[in-house]
């Protein structure tokens, strides 16, 4: 599995970073702008009024000295001063050396004066002093409002900056885990907002598909390990046991579903002597190393045996060469029955196989168990296991039966939740006897129902006199 991705916390949101920024630069250049034009406003106020008063000085000065008159008919707009003189102000003509000259004029009277028969000083100034005024506040209202344009958009770019970084950096990740380079990290470290949380749903996106391609990979692994092992099971057939006197071996396996156990089934037949050897067994591990448990013990046994050893002496050497080639904790247990189909001699030998042979006696109408001693091959190489192996003699004859079966037939789960028992085991051995292997596999498939269960191994030596 992966290593577990750091996952970075996401904090405030861009939107909320983005308003809040924005209005805090908006709310500085805000403040920073009204005192620019303050300070602007009031510079071109004292400016304005020192070039008005000069305008108006050397105006009237030289409208005086061309002796410009006022023409009756002009309006005048009366205004009072801060020191309470009142000033009358008219745009009009003046004549000037007896033409027309409009210009701006101002009629001021001391005091409370300012009647139309009081006696008032004329002053004169140019019409263009309002419109030098507006042309400079202008001015001063285009370059605040340029500079403040600026900042903003010096402050998107930091913040698209800040947004388009990150997202970059994750592009650029993404396409590289999508060329295969899983253990690439997702960067955009200094992500915030939703850009964090992108981040954070990617990597885990990234580790699902981590995590999915790894059990992928074990779901293949272990179809083709268990592909395997079912050809190897296949495969390594027992040979075809011909019918010798209404004897008849016959041996199938009921294969699990998935990888299996491994327990496998084996019968082989002596020219030479007319004896016969079965078995059930099981490796004590599943998978290839059970399968290579499975064909080691197979071989050790059939050479063994095809030299003409008997049974327990067969599998005392089987054991010693187990023993020395497999590792520690690797084993095999088998139930294996030899017989001479002329006499109906037999034995069997169990070398730690915890289920019974099941024996089915005509003359008695009787169901037997059989259940020698011994320990499972591989444990010792030497005396202990030699010493621990049980023969059990036997007499068949014609209508009786034997039965062999696998360990976790008794355990199997069954379709109402119990265990199978060994009960239902001899029912199922009856069946076997009775009307064959094929049709015990149909009744233990309705009893189990669809429960899992490991592979089966059945051996069944019957007379059909």
Not at 71 to 90: E, F, I, K, L
Not at 406 to 425: F, I, N, R, W
Request: overall charge negative; aromatic content about 6%; glycine content about 8%.
């Amino acid at each position: 599995m992966s290593e577990p991705r750091t996952r970075r916390t996401p904090g405030m949101g861009i939107a909320s970073r983005f308003t809040l920024g924005l209005g805090l630069v908006a709310s500085v250049m805000a403040i920073g702008a009204a005192f620019l034009l303050l300070s602007g406003i009031d510079e071109i106020g004292e400016n304005l009024a020192t070039d008005a008063q000069v305008e108006m000085a050397s105006e009237t000065a030289r409208l005086n000295s061309q002796q410009a008159s006022r023409r009756d008919t002009m309006t005048m707009v009366p205004h009072r001063s801060q020191s309470n003189a009142v000033v009358q102000v008219g745009k009009g003509d003046v004549m000037v050396n007896g033409a027309p000259h409009e210009t701006m004029i101002f009629l001021a009277s001391p005091g409370n004066a300012g009647g139309p028969n009081s006696i008032s000083q004329e002053f004169y100034a140019p019409l263009n002093s309002t419109a030098a005024a507006s042309t400079k506040i202008f001015s001063l209202v285009v370059l605040v409002f340029i500079a403040f344009v600026l900042i903003v958009l010096m402050m998107a770019s930091l913040a698209a900056r800040r947004i388009t970084t990150p997202l970059n950096e994750m592009v650029e990740d993404v396409l590289a885990i999508s060329r295969g380079r899983l253990d690439t990290r997702i960067g955009a470290e200094d992500a915030v907002g939703e850009v964090a949380h992108l981040a954070t749903a990617v990597e885990r996106m990234v580790d699902d598909l981590i995590e999915s391609e790894e059990q992928a990979q074990d779901l293949a692994d272990s179809l083709s390990e268990t592909a395997n092992l079912r050809d190897i099971q296949r495969r390594l057939q027992p040979m075809d046991i011909p019918k010798v006197n209404n004897w008849k071996v016959s041996s199938c396996v009921f294969e699990a579903e998935g990888p299996g156990t491994g327990d496998f089934v084996d019968a082989m037949y002596e020219e030479e002597n007319g004896f016969t050897t079965a078995w059930v067994g099981v490796p004590s591990i599943s998978g290839l190393a059970g399968a290579l448990i499975m064909t080691m013990t197979r071989s050790y046994l059939r050479v063994r045996l095809l030299s003409g050893m008997a049974l327990a002496e067969s599998l005392d050497l089987a054991n010693y060469a187990l023993h020395r080639d497999l590792a520690k904790g690797m084993y095999c247990t088998i139930m294996a029955t030899r017989f001479n189909q002329q006499t109906g001699e037999a034995e069997i030998v169990s070398a730690g196989h915890q289920s019974p042979a099941v024996r089915f006696d005509a003359a008695a109408g009787q169901m037997r168990t059989l259940q020698p001693n011994g320990i499972a091959l591989g444990f010792d190489g030497g005396p202990i296991f030699r010493n621990s192996i049980e023969v059990l003699q036997l007499q068949l004859k014609d209508g009786d039966a034997l039965f062999m079966y696998s360990p976790g037939l008794a355990s199997c789960p069954t379709k109402d939740g119990s265990a199978l028992g060994e009960k239902k085991v001899n029912g199922l051995a009856k069946v076997a006897m009775d009307k064959g292997l094929d049709e015990m596999q149909k009744v233990l498939l309705q009893i189990l129902g669809d429960e899992p269960h490991p592979d089966l191994g059945f051996v069944l030596i019957k007379s059909t006199a």
